[in-house]
């Protein structure tokens, strides 16, 4: 039987919260909306950007079966089922499964810094034990564990595994498992730190899973669009060097920092944090609504930008903890 295909934007959801805490799940309709209306291919629950770690277990079931039941068919719906074991995994997987995902990503198990050849035990013996279609994330800044592209080739025949999320920052890595047309589809992360993107795409990935696409989902599917004529490599150009500024707000702090704090200002249904994560404020917040600004996007998807709040600018004078590029913290956390 034939693998399922997903190219283009592969975005990242943040959970968005109640004032009580609850998770919202009205505002997970309105942001899936959202998403189905301007290009996303698939979303990924509880990845990174849904604070999964956040999660009680009761709450991580409940979004599969909750947001589950809001599929039109226009977008692939996957669901972050990394646990701190094998065995835990394994369940998560099959109660996604059982609930109506489309797939799954799983990243190592945290903490634990397992061997590489345990490592990759772990992952044959997740898609051994389902028929859904899952994805790998190689994501050692969090986890601690790395898998070099050989092993990923390795992983990449068994027949449940259908994406692949790169996010190291080893451009080679990228090239190697390009090269060799493995029977998936190959993403990496939006960090502009990472560095990643623009190889990948240039060297026939797929798309981007991306975070980025929370607040500009339109741009980030353009900027996922697998190139195949002669015109798509200026497209990109054009694209990547306009949003580069968002990119870089994006990932000025921890995931999802940055982009849930950006949502809430600008009038999405994103809630808080959860503690001990806090809200960007002052003019680490201002810089990033500069840049939706300066980059039209408030008139491109009616954003509001609040008053109150002084221009980037003026604020870097007075504070010292205003946003600025980074490094790519914001391509870890477990199932992203």
Not at 9 to 33: E, K, M, Q, Y
Not at 77 to 92: D, K, L, Q, R, V
Not at 217 to 243: I, Q
Request: aromatic share 8%.
């Amino acid at each position: 039987m034939a693998k399922m295909t997903i190219e283009g934007s592969f975005v990242a959801l943040i959970t968005p919260f109640n004032h009580d805490g609850s998770v919202d799940f009205a505002a997970f309709r309105t942001l899936l909306r959202f998403q189905e209306d301007h290009g996303t291919s698939a979303v990924l629950f509880m990845g990174s950007t849904g604070e999964p770690t956040m999660l009680s277990p009761e709450e991580r079931r409940q979004v599969v079966v909750e947001t589950a039941r809001m599929k039109t068919g226009r977008m692939r719906f996957f669901y972050g089922c990394t646990g701190p074991s094998t065995e835990a995994t394994i369940a998560n997987v099959r109660f996604a499964r059982d609930h109506g995902a489309d797939g799954a990503i799983i990243a190592a198990p945290p903490y634990i810094c397992a061997s590489e050849d345990d490592t990759e035990r772990f992952f044959i013996d997740v898609a051994d034990a389902t028929d859904l279609p899952l994805g790998i994330y190689n994501n050692p800044p969090r986890v601690q564990t790395d898998l070099h592209w050989t092993r990923l080739l390795r992983l990449f025949r068994h027949p449940n595994y259908v994406v692949h999320k790169e996010s190291t920052a080893r451009v080679a890595q990228v090239a190697q498992v390009l090269a060799a047309r493995p029977d998936v589809a190959v993403m990496c992360c939006d960090s502009p730190a990472l560095g990643l993107v623009v190889p990948t795409m240039a060297l026939g990935g797929h798309g981007t899973a991306n975070m980025t696409g929370n607040v500009a989902p339109a741009e980030m599917a353009v900027l996922s669009r697998p190139w195949r004529g002669a015109g798509d490599a200026e497209t990109f150009r054009e694209a990547y060097l306009r949003l580069l500024p968002l990119l870089h707000f994006t990932y000025s702090a921890i995931n999802p920092v940055p982009v849930k704090s950006l949502m809430r200002a600008l009038g999405l249904p994103a809630g808080d944090l959860r503690r001990p994560l806090r809200a960007l404020e002052g003019g680490a917040l201002a810089s990033g609504l500069d840049v939706v600004r300066s980059l039209g996007l408030d008139g491109t998807y009616a954003y509001t930008i609040p008053s109150g709040i002084p221009a980037a600018a003026e604020s870097r004078v007075q504070e010292s903890g205003a946003a600025t590029p980074s490094a790519p913290q914001g391509c870890v956390l477990p199932g992203a």
